[in-house]
């Protein structure tokens, strides 16, 4: 790649983080994207942006998925792509978005998959005294109550809990903030774990979550204690984090059938990343709408 290439690229990389705000996690695939497909088409010698093709660009993304990679995960690439020469055609260094009418291949949506009510109920049935054990119940508690991500749940600070009101404060992508309630149940294991905490973390440590040595928990250790407690729990299933979000959702919704308020609850920026639940539970919210619609109800004939 030209040295000016690259230094549009760098350029680019800054404005997503200092100006768009985005997470370093969003970063990384933004990076890691935008370098394959320099990759690939380096055999056209990309030492000016405005020599890249839409035939290029479309060879990628038939090598993407020969390699196997999914339609979600192109589709991703496609965009990350298309915000990068959206960029470019601002600060007037291309004069077209060769990725602008590329479409990726369609792959079947796969459900997230939850655990039952019962599933849930059984993997948070433990009652250790340790302070680790009571972190791991509380972290499992909030996770479950609340939805929050892994990443969420890695980041959130003392300052951000509110017991008293119930709520907590939470960071989700693109550094939206937003307020969700925290049940009884979490509340319980929180303040049990708040009280161990003290043993572990010193005074100048915000993070509600800390290992033994007192530093902010990561986001592998917290896979790691969930995948253990999961299997000393005896759960059939390997349990990861944000399934105990995929659960939280599906169970509101379907106790609720208020698809708004679940996207208000996740963080979800479009309803549309909300509504693969709706395919979770169509049985219950066909119910919901047979009660409620006034063409749905059925009329007794006089």
């Known amino acids: 790649m030209h040295d000016h290439a690259h230094q549009l690229l760098e350029a680019f990389f800054r404005h ?19 370098v394959q497909c320099v990759a690939h088409c380096d055999g056209a010698d990309v030492t000016d942006w405005d020599k890249l093709t839409t035939a290029e660009i479309r060879g990628w993304v038939a090598a993407r998925h020969r390699h196997g990679l999914s339609g979600k995960s192109i589709q991703r690439a496609l965009s990350a792509l298309r915000t990068f020469y959206r960029y470019l055609l601002r600060e007037q260094a291309v004069t077209r978005n060769p990725a602008a009418g590329v479409t990726a291949p369609k792959s079947a949506r796969r459900l997230p998959r939850t655990l039952t009510a019962d599933q849930a109920a059984r993997l948070l049935a433990f009652d250790e005294r340790d302070p680790l054990v009571l972190r791991d119940r509380a972290l499992l508690e909030l996770l479950y109550s609340s939805g929050l991500r892994l990443s969420e749940a890695v980041s959130l600070d003392l300052a951000e809990l509110d017991l008293d009101g119930g709520t907590v404060r939470v960071t989700g992508k693109g550094r939206k903030v ?86 208000e609850l996740l963080g979800h920026a479009n309803i549309s990343t909300t509504q693969i639940y709706t395919h979770l539970d169509f049985q219950h919210l066909a119910k919901v709408y047979d009660k409620a619609h006034p063409r749905a109800r059925r009329k007794t004939v006089p």
């Not at 997503?16 to 935008?34: C, F, I």
């Not at 309630?181 to 929180?190: D, E, N, T």
């Not at 290992?211 to 407690?229: E, T, V």
């Open 16 to 34: 997503l983080s200092d100006e768009r705000r985005l997470s370093s996690h969003t970063l990384v695939h933004y990076r890691r994207d935008l």
């Open 178 to 263: 937003r307020d969700v309630p925290v049940g009884a149940k979490a509340r319980a294991a929180l303040r049990e774990w708040l009280a161990a905490r003290q043993e572990l973390a010193g005074a100048q440590q915000a993070a509600v979550f800390v290992a033994r040595g007192g530093k902010r928990l990561g986001a592998r250790a917290m896979q790691l204690r969930l995948r253990a407690r999961a299997a000393r729990q005896g759960m059939e299933v390997p349990v990861h984090p944000h399934m105990l979000r995929h659960s939280f959702a599906s169970h509101v919704l379907e106790s609720s059938g208020d698809l708004r308020a679940v996207q």
